[in-house]
């Protein structure tokens, strides 16, 4: 299994680089960050762009995996995000994974509407998805595109020379329900959960474990309907969002993570400490995580 973290995009570079920096030299295999427009409980703090970001870290990287956990189509076009991407694996020489969700109705779903205008319900959030998801695979993999959907447009989008990775950068899709899940099958390269948002606030530890392992099984169902072998997606779970605290110490986490282990998972993902939030954890216990706890499952 391996461990990797996410790095929310609020620091000045002048100290944002030295974390990024730091979590390559504590031997994560990847560092993500969120791609919002404003996030919760940061919405009125320093929050920047993640696409700018995860370029300035690639910079200042050489071996640690880089990517977004999660883009999504709620301030995104597939057109300009691709060309985005083509650069950034370009900078990164090829250490880009791209999250890619529905999105959610946070700020995100409202920045870009007009006065009044409800967010997207959670069916036409599936529907900008399922056509967002196909178009930016083709952008990526070829270098002229014409589309002319129900949802987006593209006329002759050029992407030349393409990713550096081929052939193309990696998608992991973040899904739990029936579209999205399909989408994870034919186009992944990894699924990504965050476990069952119904249990985070008054479930157990044990019916979130159960839970994660019923998405598992859909996602399997999934890749079968699909002529796929569910064995060849990494299954990425992100941390922070399911019952307990398992970052409460380095024995919790290891029982954490060896029972998602034991469900298939291949990566952990765990949120770098923000003091006074709610990723406000003890430090020493992180590094601890960070350089000892993979071993646990070798």
């Given at each position: 299994?391996?461990?990797s973290t996410?790095?929310?995009?609020?620091?000045?570079?002048?100290?944002?680089?030295?974390?990024w920096?730091r979590?390559?030299?504590l031997?994560?295999?990847?560092?993500?960050?969120y791609?919002?427009?404003?996030?919760?409980?940061f919405?009125?703090?320093p929050w920047?762009?993640a696409?700018?970001?995860?370029?300035?870290?690639?910079?200042?990287?050489h071996?640690?995996?880089?990517g977004?956990?999660?883009?999504?189509?709620?301030?995104?076009?597939?057109?300009?995000?691709?060309?985005?991407l083509i650069?950034l694996?370009?900078?990164?020489?090829?250490r880009?994974?791209?999250?890619?969700g529905?999105g959610g109705?946070?700020?995100?779903?409202?920045?870009?509407?007009g006065?009044?205008?409800?967010?997207?319900t959670?069916?036409?959030?599936?529907?900008?998805?399922?056509?967002?998801?196909?178009?930016?695979d083709k952008?990526?993999?070829?270098?002229?595109?014409?589309?002319?959907?129900r949802?987006y447009?593209a006329?002759?989008?050029?992407?030349?020379p393409?990713?550096?990775?081929?052939?193309?950068?990696?998608?992991?899709v973040?899904?739990?329900?029936?579209?999205?899940?399909?989408?994870?099958?034919?186009?992944?390269?990894?699924?990504?959960?965050?476990?069952?948002p119904?249990l985070?606030?008054?479930?157990?530890?044990e019916?979130?474990?159960?839970a994660?392992?019923?998405?598992?099984?859909?996602l399997?169902?999934?890749?079968?309907?699909?002529g796929?072998?569910?064995?060849?997606?990494?299954?990425i779970?992100l941390?922070?969002?399911?019952?307990?605290?398992?970052l409460?110490?380095?024995?919790?986490?290891?029982?954490?993570a060896?029972?998602?282990?034991?469900?298939?998972?291949?990566?952990?993902?765990?949120h770098?400490?923000?003091?006074?939030?709610?990723?406000?954890?003890?430090t020493?216990v992180?590094?601890r995580?960070?350089?000892?706890?993979?071993?646990?499952?070798d």
């Amino acid at each position: 299994m391996r461990l990797s973290t996410v790095i929310l995009p609020i620091y000045r570079w002048a100290e944002g680089q030295k974390i990024w920096r730091r979590a390559e030299d504590l031997g994560f295999h990847a560092a993500y960050t969120y791609d919002h427009l404003s996030w919760r409980s940061f919405r009125d703090e320093p929050w920047f762009g993640a696409i700018p970001t995860l370029t300035a870290a690639a910079a200042v990287t050489h071996r640690m995996r880089l990517g977004t956990l999660v883009t999504s189509p709620n301030f995104r076009h597939p057109v300009t995000l691709a060309k985005e991407l083509i650069t950034l694996d370009d900078v990164s020489d090829g250490r880009i994974t791209l999250g890619i969700g529905a999105g959610g109705n946070g700020f995100d779903a409202t920045t870009l509407r007009g006065s009044g205008e409800e967010p997207w319900t959670p069916r036409e959030r599936a529907d900008h998805f399922e056509e967002f998801v196909p178009l930016l695979d083709k952008l990526l993999r070829e270098p002229s595109v014409t589309h002319e959907g129900r949802l987006y447009s593209a006329s002759e989008a050029r992407n030349i020379p393409g990713c550096v990775q081929r052939p193309r950068l990696p998608f992991a899709v973040a899904a739990t329900g029936p579209r999205g899940l399909k989408l994870a099958a034919r186009y992944g390269q990894a699924w990504v959960t965050t476990g069952d948002p119904k249990l985070y606030e008054s479930g157990t530890a044990e019916q979130s474990v159960a839970a994660i392992g019923g998405q598992i099984s859909r996602l399997g169902a999934a890749c079968e309907d699909a002529g796929r072998d569910v064995a060849e997606l990494d299954k990425i779970l992100l941390t922070g969002f399911t019952p307990g605290s398992p970052l409460e110490s380095f024995d919790a986490f290891v029982d954490f993570a060896g029972k998602h282990d034991e469900l298939g998972f291949t990566e952990i993902v765990v949120h770098w400490p923000v003091a006074e939030s709610v990723f406000d954890i003890d430090t020493k216990v992180f590094e601890r995580i960070a350089t000892e706890a993979a071993a646990q499952f070798d």
